[in-house]
């Protein structure tokens, strides 16, 4: 428990030479050693439609550096924007997040939404507790003002936060011109409906229809990933571990033919974390099995092409598997050159 020691209280008292005893050379030899420890945050466990959970126990607790959010420019580095304190926590129990009791998520609960679970902490906790904030896009920005969109990029929302309650917490974006950008947030509204907005300061950010961003929490905070409640208000079920997420069963992104590169916005498929996505394309009905993927929209970065099998398996007569880059924004380009009875599914996605 040597980082989360650290610093000792009488460093930052008084002025002058400050005295250090053996005690604390012994607390920093096993930060050091400790910080290589906790390369990753625990794995999250999908136990039902509402409820999350970490688990832990005496042998093998849950530890969370308290670290921030991971840079959306720089992986495996971290932005804190000066609200988390870098040390960590650690559970000997499980710890569960319910989004059907109050108190589990900043705002109300919404369909077809993007959670970031966080790890929070006070300055003198030993353990953490977890906290759900939704993930959100922007519709439009007038005047510093960020008119918000829903995460399928269909229409305005709003999150029915308490007014003000942001305030002091900072934005993040995670997409678009001023990606890796970070404000202060001066005002919320308490809309709940097609309305909701968030007010920042400084200097104007450049926004675009569909650009993500991540709420930072005023408090100390550490990332332990995203998950996905679904159309129904239910979380799609899941296994993550180790920055690796997999669907229990896989979503669908894309159906039909498809004439020609069409961008295709992931917004319901993968979280704007996500940097490769996977799945698979299948063909039905016995046509042939097409499938391009581009980052340009001009050039195929893969591309599938199979002859179907004379039996049907599982529902379809071909399939095959991909793994590929999601661009920025949180999509990608697909091509089947107009073939009928294609679809391709999402199984998961890598941060």
Known sequence: MA??????????SGTGRQVILKGDFDKIEQALLESFEIGQAPSLEFVDSAKVRINAGVDCKARVMLCGFPSPLHPGQWVDAGLADGRYRENSTPVTLDFAVSGSLWGTEKADQWYCLYALAGANDTTFSLKAMPVMRVSSQATQIISLRNNGNTANIGYGFTANELVEAQILMLSGASRGMVRLITANNDDNGTGGTITYGGSALTLATGNWFMVLPKTNFGYLGMVLNDASGNLAPFYQEGGCTT????????????????????????????RFLEGYAAALAGYDLKLAISYDGSNPALIMHGTPPTVEFQGVRGAVPFSCRILDGNCFYVNNENTANQTVKVTGWRG
């Open 247 to 274: 669907y229990r069963t896989p979503r669908e992104a894309v159906s039909g033919a498809i004439n020609g590169y069409t961008l295709i916005d992931l917004g319901l498929m993968a979280p704007p974390t996500a």
């Open 3 to 12: 980082l989360i020691n650290l610093p000792q209280a009488k460093w930052g």
